[in-house]
């Protein structure tokens, strides 16, 4: 039974960071999926030297099991959906979550990137860095609109996710890079000693520290 592995999301960044170091000083775009994947996202680029933003998705939650997913959508509406949704939920009630999670989506990229666009991403080697990935919805549904904005490497990374999943992510990213594939998967949390789950406040606080650590050293 694996127990905890990283102390908190900032050592797993570092840890993650470190296993990319094959991408340090090659202009790659770190893409973090917000919120938890912000502040392991923050430390992977901090080591590599990238660029650093995020990229909204958001799992399709089930009416009666909010914690449980059948898909997820992206910002830019790339949706993706497991394969058996249809057989789990009606048309309609699908749409209706559907619209839903784009309303969120909006949302938190008005919040958290300041109704930014996301930076350019055709041609770039992009690292989508989350804290952990459990059913892999939100991860496929990024991988989609990274591949509609024409990205040149797509690469997969988190400090941990459960072995199948991170099998089948493989065939959709050019790699994927996980440091800890427990069997007995339950729970992102379960590999950290620390965890709590992020305020759009602690995001926002994140992004400020990199781009006024960005100013300072352009300066």
């Keep these: 039974m694996v127990g905890f592995v990283f102390d908190d999301r900032h050592d797993a960044g570092k840890q993650l960071g470190r296993a990319l170091e094959a991408y340090r000083g090659k202009q790659a775009l770190v893409l973090a ?4 994947g912000v502040m392991v996202g923050y430390e992977v680029a901090a080591h590599l030297d990238a660029d650093f ?3 909204v998705a958001r799992k399709l939650p089930f009416p009666d099991n909010p914690e449980a997913g059948f898909g997820a959508i992206a910002e830019d509406g790339s949706t993706f959906l497991f ?3 249809q057989s789990w939920l009606s048309k309609t009630e699908i749409a209706r979550i559907i619209a839903a999670q784009e309303k969120e989506t909006a949302r938190r990229v008005n919040a958290l990137r300041g109704g930014r666009p996301l930076p350019e991403i055709a041609g770039r080697t992009v690292i989508l860095v989350d804290d952990g990935i459990a059913m892999g919805s939100t991860m496929r549904a990024a991988i989609l609109c990274c591949r509609n904005q ?3 490497r797509l690469v997969v990374a988190a400090p941990v996710a459960g072995p199948d999943v991170a099998e089948e992510l493989r065939g959709l990213a050019d790699e994927v890079v996980v440091l800890v ?3 007995f998967f339950r729970a992102v949390a379960q590999v950290y000693r620390q965890w709590y789950d ?3 406040a602690e995001v926002v606080e994140i992004m400020a520290r990199w781009e006024k650590e960005k100013s300072r050293i352009s300066e």
Excluded: N, Y
């Design 198 to 200: 992020l305020s759009d």
């Design 33 to 36: 999926i917000p919120r938890g």
């Design 53 to 55: 933003s995020m990229i």
């Design 83 to 85: 394969p058996e949704a």
């Design 150 to 152: 024409k990205a040149g």
């Design 181 to 183: 594939t427990p069997p």
